[in-house]
């Protein structure tokens, strides 16, 4: 069934723009090209093994999604839906019926001890975790930003030691919105990949059990998988205990102070901003809180996808994707 385009360009409007914004013909003009800009990017639909130059490794594409890489991922995260500019992002996978997103950040720091997992305490983290979100509603309020608050862990961090990766999610109430904060790092021989879910906590409710299967459907290459670490290799400042406490939005466990200065210099995205401002994807959250830009236009993923599978621009059909 073909789809109006005019149609998808409205439905997109009234998703996403505010309830106070009115639909202007402007408005629906900039819209308009923003899907056609989310069109015209380079999907991939095939279902094969990509490639991911940066991180060394492959993605398994499944059905029901599309994905984007390198500067096209990029562009489409910092320009398009406003993320903050992140030179690691190399892949964005789109689920076409959920909307629900990941994205793949690698980050070359070198290889990430599991040494000091058990120092890890899940109770203190979600404790410090929400203090630090807490700090910051004042600052919200100054912006005229309803309070966020934390809702709990959905699932603790999760060492998995067949596939060496750590995975945890919680839930997030930004204002009257409740999403999820879910985050798989894989490790890698000279450093990890995060991975990223984002949706909405229903979409993510429903769709949950697919998170291990896509984190399954990366893999880095031979000669740069964990378990091929070799003597004299580069050895990240940060163990695995830190590294999750302080993408997770918590503080760094008791280590040496020089030892976590050296990891936050290493850590390719900045570890800490300030001292409100916490890290990876929750220090999305504030970052966001916190922008004095106006936000971007956006477009509506599965609108635009849902198009895309009934109106293939030309160049995929010439591609047979």
């Known amino acids: ?64 999604y599309s994905l984007l890489m390198g500067d096209a991922a990029r562009h489409y995260n910092q320009d398009i839906q406003g993320a903050e500019e992140n030179a690691n992002t190399e892949a964005l996978v789109f689920n076409h019926n959920t909307g629900v997103q990941l994205i793949f950040n690698y980050h070359p720091d070198g290889y990430v001890s599991l040494e000091d997992w058990g120092k890890l305490n899940a109770d203190v983290l979600m404790q410090e975790i929400s203090d630090n979100a807490k700090k910051i509603n004042s600052e919200r309020a100054k912006h005229n930003v309803l309070p966020l608050s934390i809702g709990g862990w959905l699932q603790k961090p999760r060492l998995n030691q067949d596939n060496h990766s750590v995975s945890w999610v919680f839930d997030v109430v930004d204002g009257e919105e409740t999403t999820v904060n879910a985050v798989t790092i894989k490790l890698g021989r000279n450093g990890y990949e995060k991975i990223t879910w984002v949706s909405s906590f229903d979409n993510y409710l429903k769709s949950m059990d697919a998170m291990p299967f896509l984190v399954d459907q990366y893999k880095f290459n031979e000669g740069h998988r964990y378990t091929d670490y070799s003597m004299g290799d580069h050895v990240a400042a940060l163990g695995i205990a830190n590294l999750v406490a302080i993408t997770a939005g918590g503080n760094p466990q008791k280590v040496g102070i020089a030892a976590f200065y050296a990891g936050v210099t290493l850590i390719s995205e900045k570890l800490m901003v300030s001292a409100l401002v916490v890290l990876g994807t929750f220090g999305a959250f504030f970052r966001r809180s916190f922008s004095p830009k106006i936000q971007k236009f956006q477009t509506d993923p599965v609108l635009v996808l849902n198009f895309l599978k009934d109106n293939p621009p030309d160049r995929y059909i010439r591609q047979g994707v």
């Open 1 to 64: 069934m073909k789809i109006n385009y005019t149609l998808i360009a409205v439905l997109a409007i009234l998703s996403m723009a505010s309830a106070t914004q009115a639909v202007t013909p402007d408005l629906l003009a900039t819209q308009k090209a923003i899907n056609e800009e989310v069109i015209s990017l380079p999907w991939k639909y095939e279902l094969k093994s990509y490639s991911l130059e940066q991180s060394n490794s492959t993605f398994n594409l499944a059905k029901g």
